[in-house]
């Protein structure tokens, strides 16, 4: 089992930034790789990006591509997300998610274990 604690969210105005952080802990030497995801009101998860582990190979969504850094420490077992030029349609609960095999990283169905999310509100 891998636990996985998020952390960063709150509320910034458009064009600000934030940095999300998401701490792993359990069997995380089986992680092959970490996601970040976001939940809008009334709108389905989606990928946002992820972070081979031992590679550090990124991937990510066009929406987020040149705003959104994603890297890890491998020493911490931590990811983040750094957010950069935020706008509005960036609102959403992130989630941090983690894959204990070697799969495509896009899907919700890519990834075995979830933290509970934080919320991240961009105001116009």
């Known amino acids: 089992q891998v636990q996985l604690v998020e952390s960063g969210g709150g509320l910034v105005q458009a064009g600000g930034s934030l940095r999300l952080s998401c701490a792993a802990s359990?069997?995380?030497?089986?992680?092959?790789?970490m996601g970040w995801f976001r939940q809008a009101p009334g709108k389905e998860r989606e990928f946002v990006a992820a972070?081979?582990?031992?590679?550090?190979?990124?991937f990510y969504a066009e929406s987020v591509k040149g705003r959104f850094t994603i890297s890890r420490d491998n020493a911490k077992n931590t990811v983040y997300l750094q957010m950069n030029s935020l706008n509005p349609e960036d609102t959403a609960v992130y989630y941090c998610?983690?894959?204990?095999?070697?799969?495509?990283?896009?899907?919700?169905?890519?990834?075995?274990?979830w933290g509970q999310g934080t919320q991240v509100t961009v105001s116009s």
């Open positions: 998610a983690a894959a204990a095999r070697l799969r495509p990283v896009v899907s919700t169905s890519d990834y075995d274990y």
């Open positions: 972070i081979r582990w031992s590679a550090g190979t990124t």
């Open positions: 359990g069997r995380t030497f089986s992680t092959y790789t």
